[in-house]
């Protein structure tokens, strides 16, 4: 009996279905590829404010790996304060990109956010989807996935700490398989010259 509880909680712990990242980039991408990306507020199903913050967070951190330069969240906030979130979403791609003086915008999506805390055990399904268009309207780049994990809990409360604990890898996961569809910029450094004064 024993060991069958444990290999039910090893299966449990190993469930997840997860598909493969939907993504395409445009053949366009290296003669349009952008420096710098204004990331927009993210739609989407509703999630708690901790946990959207926590995904604009990491993706500003998979953007800044791949070596793009992101608008900061501070003048993103202050441009849907002074413009106002209803007209920027009216906007089209190139409109946005000229507000916020980027290269290219970022949208996107959480498509799915499922935390259970009541049932045997824990599950959280994540999906977010994402479009990268350029300053001049051309869609550079889009991808999305989602996944679902699973881990056994026997405690009710330690269940609900160990959920709150297991949300930012996983939302990490999610988008490492999600960002590294996104062509890395390629940045060229001018090498230094010395002695340019002499004749």
């Not at 994402?130 to 009710?156: C, I, P, S, V």
Request: aromatic share 10%; hydrophobic share 45%; charged share 25%.
């Amino acid at each position: 009996m024993k060991k069958l509880l444990i290999i039910l909680v090893l299966l449990l712990a190993a469930a997840g279905c997860s598909k493969k990242v939907s993504y395409k980039v445009s053949p366009e991408y290296v003669a349009h590829a952008p420096r710098t990306i204004a990331l927009l507020r993210l739609g989407g199903v509703e999630t708690e404010d901790d946990d959207m913050a926590l995904f604009r967070t990491v993706i500003i951190n998979k953007l800044t790996e791949r070596n793009y330069l992101v608008i900061s969240e501070e003048a993103v906030g202050e441009i849907y304060s002074s413009t106002g979130a209803e007209a920027i979403n009216k906007m089209s791609p190139a409109e946005a990109a000229l507000l916020f003086k980027a290269d290219a915008v970022l949208y996107g999506a959480v498509t799915s956010w499922d935390k259970h805390s009541l049932s045997k055990y824990a599950s959280l399904r994540v999906g977010s989807k994402f479009e990268l268009y350029a300053a001049n309207g051309l869609r550079l780049w889009a991808a999305a996935y989602q996944t679902k994990e699973a881990d056994m809990r026997f405690d009710t409360e330690q269940m609900k700490l160990s959920i709150l604990d297991a949300t930012e890898p996983r939302i990490q996961r999610n988008l490492d398989a999600i960002f590294i569809t996104l062509p890395r910029v390629t940045v060229t450094r001018e090498k230094k010259r010395y002695f340019n004064w002499l004749p």
